[in-house]
C-alpha cells in the first residue's frame, strides 16, 4: 500500500481524507490552518509543516483546495509538492479548477519526471462524507489505475475521460448543465398557481 498525502482540509478534503484513513490508508496532511490538520492526527494522520514535506513521504499526494490560485501555489509554488516530490511519485488534484492550469501543471510535472492527475468531484459535502462523490478523471491511463484505489474510497461513481485537463472540462460541463436544469425549473410555469414553480 502506498503512502498518501494530502493537502487541503476543508469541509471536502477533511471528509476525504477521513475516509482514506478509515481504510488504513498511512496519511501525511497539510493545511494553511494546522489546527484542521491536528484533527486528523487524532485519527492516526501525520502533519505536515509544508506541501513539500508532504511530497517527500508520500508516493501519491491528494489536494483538495479552494480553487486555481491555491493549485498552482500549493503544487508548483515555493515550498510546494514539485519541490518535494521523487520522480515516480503521483500528485492528483482534486479541486475544481481550470483546464488549461491542469495541463500545465501536468507538464510542469512530467519535465521533472512526476506523474499527476486532474480529478474534480460532485456530490458536495454529504459525498465528500458519504464516500459517494463523483470523480471525473483527467490524465494518464496507468496514473489512473495507480489512483483507482484511492478514489474508490472517497467516491462511488469515478471515470477516467481523457488526458490532462480533461477531469476539469467534464467537470465545468457538469456545472453548466445543472445551473441550466436549474434555470430551468426556475422557469416552468406551474398550473393553477400564478407566476412559475421557482418563483
Given at each position: ?69 491555491e ?46 492527475l ?47 485537463g480533461?477531469g ?12 441550466l ?5 426556475a ?10 414553480c421557482?418563483?
Open positions: 500500500m502506498e503512502n498518501v498525502g494530502f493537502v487541503g482540509l476543508g469541509i471536502m478534503g477533511a471528509a476525504m481524507a477521513g475516509n482514506l484513513l478509515e481504510a488504513e490508508h498511512e496519511l501525511v496532511v497539510h493545511n494553511r490552518t494546522r489546527t484542521k490538520a491536528e484533527q486528523l492526527a487524532q485519527h492516526g494522520a501525520r502533519v505536515a509543516a509544508s506541501p513539500r514535506e508532504v511530497a517527500q513521504t508520500s508516493d501519491v499526494v491528494i489536494t483538495m483546495l479552494p480553487g486555481p490560485p493549485v498552482e501555489e500549493v503544487v508548483a509554488g515555493e515550498g510546494g509538492l514539485l519541490e518535494g516530490a521523487a520522480e515516480g511519485s503521483l500528485i492528483v488534484d482534486m479541486s475544481t479548477s481550470s483546464p488549461l492550469l491542469a495541463r500545465q501543471l501536468a507538464s510542469m510535472a512530467r519535465e521533472r519526471g512526476v506523474r499527476m486532474d480529478g474534480p468531484v460532485s456530490g458536495g459535502d454529504v459525498g465528500a462524507r458519504d464516500g459517494t462523490l463523483s470523480i471525473m478523471v483527467g490524465g494518464e491511463d496507468e496514473d489512473f489505475e495507480r489512483a483507482r484505489p484511492l478514489f474508490e474510497v472517497m467516491g462511488e461513481t469515478v471515470v477516467h475521460v481523457g488526458g490532462a480533461a476539469q472540462v467534464v467537470k465545468a460541463c457538469n456545472q453548466i448543465v445543472v445551473a436544469v436549474i434555470e430551468a425549473v422557469e416552468t410555469p406551474c398550473p393553477g398557481l400564478e407566476g412559475r421557482g418563483s
